[in-house]
């Protein structure tokens, strides 16, 4: 079956992920209370960013949920970003 010469393709954004660990690199472990490194991993509607794309060991990463959740629970970061 041959594609239609009016259809277009559609082009891939390739999304550039980093090679190294955060936190590995900085030698710091992810703290609630630092909310500029936490801001850095969360997208604009505030949901975490996945391993594969923020580039966070396996460790980091898991390390790095437990504080997010836990400092939305102190309120220093929204559950929503409207």
Not at 10 to 19: A, F, G, H, Q
Not at 44 to 50: A, D, F, P, T, V
Request: glycine letters at 4%; charged letters at 35%; proline letters at 4%.
């Amino acid at each position: 079956m041959k594609k239609k010469a009016t259809q277009k393709r559609r082009v891939r954004r390739r999304i550039e992920v980093p090679k190294k660990c955060y936190f590995c690199t900085e030698r710091k472990e992810p703290h609630f209370s630092n909310t500029e490194v936490l801001w850095r991993f969360l997208t604009e509607r505030g949901k975490i960013i996945g391993r594969s794309r923020n580039g966070l060991c396996a460790k980091h990463h898991r390390d790095l949920t437990i504080t997010i959740k836990h400092a939305r629970h102190l309120a220093l970061l929204p559950f929503i970003v409207r």
